[in-house]
């Protein structure tokens, strides 16, 4: 665990909001005082803009006609949500604070403001670089993987508890795939009270699923050579007994 890597070894705050938009299937509309889920309605544009379908007779369709042009009337709310069923399964929110313009029968969305919150903190993420970033190669793919990885290889997540510090183990009752991407996976550790994640790094960049198995095979046979936490060690024991 203790390798040196030239790359960055978890997503930026751009390249984490990107992928955010890309695999988010709803967004929530604070616009006039009022507030409404969209599901399924928006799409995204390759320098990130936001364009979202609406009913011509809505009333945000009618606001975005009546808003004034260059001022923030409307932000729009993603939620990252972990595929696998865990606690606290709202990984990162995407704030973005703007306003609407009607654009071939949909709304597109100019974005003055973007705010990133994850587990680290939150922060603004400068819009030149949203623009430029892209999503994470994985992340239409990360909910078929975390999901197959956590009902049909439960096995593999508990070996990879052994690349784990045991004292971040301890009391531990349940870990799960909590998210993966590019650059590493992440696993939830949920203890009878709280929770908490840690990642195991890739040793290198995954830019597709097939990079992914290798990397995956990778840290199993790290994992393999490592010894049993011993936190999890008692755990079978009670179970066993």
């Given amino acids: 665990m203790g390798d040196r890597?030239?790359?960055t070894a978890a997503p930026a705050a751009a390249e984490h909001a990107r992928s955010v938009l890309a695999a988010a299937w709803s967004c929530a509309v604070s616009a006039e005082g009022g507030r409404e889920e969209?599901?399924?309605s928006h799409s995204v544009t390759e320098d990130g803009r936001v364009l979202l379908s609406v009913p011509e007779d809505s009333a945000l369709s009618a606001a975005a006609v009546?808003?004034?042009?260059?001022?923030p009337s409307a932000v729009l709310e993603f939620a990252d949500v972990?595929?696998?069923?865990?606690?606290?399964?709202i990984r990162a929110r995407l704030w973005l604070a703007g306003w609407f313009v009607p654009e071939d029968g949909?709304?597109?969305?100019?974005?003055?403001?973007?705010v990133l919150r994850r587990p680290g903190g939150t922060v603004v993420v400068d819009l030149d670089e949203l623009a430029c970033a892209r999503p994470d190669p994985l992340a239409l793919a990360e909910a078929h993987l975390l999901t197959h990885l956590a009902d049909a290889h439960p096995d593999a997540v508990e070996r990879l508890t052994r690349l784990v510090e045991p004292d971040s183990l301890h009391g531990a009752?349940?870990?799960?795939?909590?998210a993966v991407d590019r650059h590493g996976l992440t696993l939830r550790i949920e203890r009878v009270r709280g929770n908490g994640d840690v990642r195991l790094p890739?040793?290198?960049p995954a830019d597709d699923v097939s990079q992914l198995t290798e990397r995956m095979h990778v840290l199993l046979t790290q994992a393999g050579?490592?010894?049993?936490?011993?936190?999890?060690?008692?755990q079978r024991t009670d179970r066993e007994g």
Wanted: charged fraction near 20%.
């Fill in 5 to 7: 890597h030239t790359w």
């Fill in 38 to 40: 969209f599901v399924g």
């Fill in 66 to 71: 009546c808003s004034p042009r260059g001022e």
């Fill in 82 to 89: 972990a595929p696998v069923p865990v606690r606290n399964r």
């Fill in 106 to 114: 949909r709304l597109s969305f100019r974005t003055t403001r973007a």
């Fill in 173 to 178: 009752v349940r870990v799960q795939p909590l």
């Fill in 202 to 204: 890739f040793h290198a």
């Fill in 225 to 234: 050579l490592a010894s049993c936490p011993r936190p999890l060690q008692r």
